[in-house]
Each structure stands twice: as structure tokens, then as C-alpha cells.
DNA sequence: AATGTGATCCTCT
DNA sequence: GAGGATCACATTC
């Protein structure tokens, strides 16, 4: 049976329907117009940024893909729009949640204009608050370094699912957010291949903040 | 640190 | 019906 959450006409609808209290990180939102450029653009300026939940858990992104879409073998967009990747073509700033490997969650924002299919994924985070919900939510997990690193690890601690696909994470009143806490993006650098991936393996569309210990993968996919 | 394997089910062809 | 934007654990170095 379809997930009601990629059904293609009720996403919206669906999403969780809670007001938000307030979402516990201090920062500043970003704004709608950071989503709204090229995810090449958008994945490397989003490293030091924070993702926060309303719950109290949050933690600092230190790894990120983009996804480009039609241009993209590697997208989930790369054929079309289906009901799985609707939120994808929709409006920047959205929280785009996938399941893969018959098990896992994977969370991404959409950057680009509505309707390109373009977004990144969130790959680890250093966990900087709430790190008593998320070794809960993570029971099995014996280091602090394993919770968040790893796009299905992150989701896991974080709490985010399918009940969480195509939030706004700009409003700060869908339960998640996007802060800026005053740490700027490590300097440019070139990106590194994506990983877990067959096709599209070439493009180098993977950022992490160097020398950081919550980054994923072995140590030459690190650099 | 690197490699191999099992788990597990949705999505699109 | 095939394969997947992965993880945890065991084994070996």
C-alpha cells in the first residue's frame, strides 16, 4: 500500500497538523530566497547551518548532497514526477523524506525553483542538543559519533519520517527548521563523489566540513 | 580501517 | 520482478 505521505494530491494536507510551539534552537530561519537557487549553490552554504526540531533535539549539518534533477541520473526526479517524489518538484524549502533499502529514512530540503526536482540531502549532523532523545531513539547505538552520522542514522535520532515529508522547513511552524546560529560555512572547497549511488557517480556534489568528526563514510570518501 | 553480509519493503518498470 | 541517495554487526588486517 502507498504511504499517505507520497500520495501526489494530499501531500499537503497530510502534513503533521500540530502547531508549532517554538523551535528550541536559537538562531535566525533562513530565508525562503537561500532554497531558491541551484542545490550546487545551496548544499555547501547549508554545512554549519542547524537542524532543529521543535521537540528540542538539534544538531549542526556537517555533510550534504545536492541532487540535480532532470539533469541528474542519480535523482529520484531524474524520470518525472511520480507520487513519491512530488514534494521534490514543489516550492524551495520544503523537507523532501524518502524510504529506502526497505528500512530507512532519508531527509532532504528542496532548493531550486518550483518545479525543478532539485534538492539536498542532509547526510550527518553533529548533535548539539537533545542528545538524550536521540541515544532513545537510537537504542542500539553505542557511540555519540555514530547517532546523526549518516542520512538514515540522522533521521532516526531526529524523529523525521514519512509523517514528515514536505514540511516547511522555512516557516518554523511545521515542527522543523533551518537555523543559522552565526557559524559561516567552512571555506570553499572542491566537493567530493556522492556515495551509495550507481549512476551519476561522477558529479562532485558531496560537501562535508573538513575535519569534522560526525562526517560519514571511510576516510577516503572523507578527504 | 576496510571488507563482506543480512535485514527488509517500497517504487517503478 | 529488480534494485535501491543504508545501517549494524562480524571478520580480518
Redesign the pocket.
Known amino acids: 500500500?502507498?504511504?499517505p505521505c507520497?500520495n501526489n494530491t494530499n501531500w499537503r494536507t497530510r502534513l503533521v497538523k500540530k502547531k508549532a510551539t517554538s523551535i528550541i534552537w536559537p538562531g535566525t530561519p533562513l530565508p525562503r530566497a537561500f532554497f531558491d537557487r541551484v542545490a550546487t549553490k545551496v548544499a555547501p552554504q547549508l554545512l554549519n547551518k542547524v537542524l532543529a526540531s521543535e521537540d528540542g533535539r538539534a544538531g549542526r549539518i556537517v555533510e550534504v548532497?545536492a541532487?540535480l534533477g532532470a539533469i541528474d541520473p542519480?535523482?529520484?526526479?531524474y524520470?518525472g514526477k511520480?507520487?513519491?517524489?512530488a514534494v521534490?518538484f514543489g516550492p524551495p524549502g520544503h523537507m523532501?523524506v524518502?524510504?529506502?533499502?526497505?528500512?530507512?529514512w532519508?531527509a532532504?530540503c528542496v532548493s531550486g525553483p518550483e518545479g525543478d526536482g532539485c534538492?539536498v540531502?542532509i547526510r550527518a549532523l553533529e548533535p548539539l542538543h537533545g542528545i538524550e532523545q536521540m541515544r532513545a531513539a537510537?537504542p542500539?547505538?553505542?557511540s555519540d559519533r555514530?547517532l546523526c552520522r549518516?542520512?538514515?542514522?540522522l533521521t532516526?535520532a531526529m524523529g523525521i519520517n514519512g509523517a514528515q515529508n514536505g514540511l516547511d522547513l522555512v516557516s518554523a511552524h511545521d515542527g522543523f527548521t533551518i537555523v543559522d546560529d552565526g557559524m559561516a560555512p567552512p571555506k570553499a572547497r572542491a566537493g567530493n563523489l556522492r556515495?551509495?549511488?550507481?549512476v551519476g557517480k561522477d558529479f562532485p556534489w558531496r560537501w562535508n566540513v573538513p575535519g569534522n568528526r560526525y562526517v560519514?563514510g571511510?576516510?577516503?570518501q572523507r578527504r
Do not use: K
Open positions: 500500500m502507498q504511504h507520497t548532497e541532487y542519480a535523482a529520484h526526479t524520470r511520480t507520487p513519491r517524489n521534490m523532501y524518502y524510504f529506502t533499502y526497505g528500512m530507512h532519508c532532504n534538492g540531502l537510537r542500539r547505538v553505542a555514530d549518516g542520512p538514515a542514522r532516526q556515495i551509495g549511488i550507481s560519514s571511510t576516510t577516503a
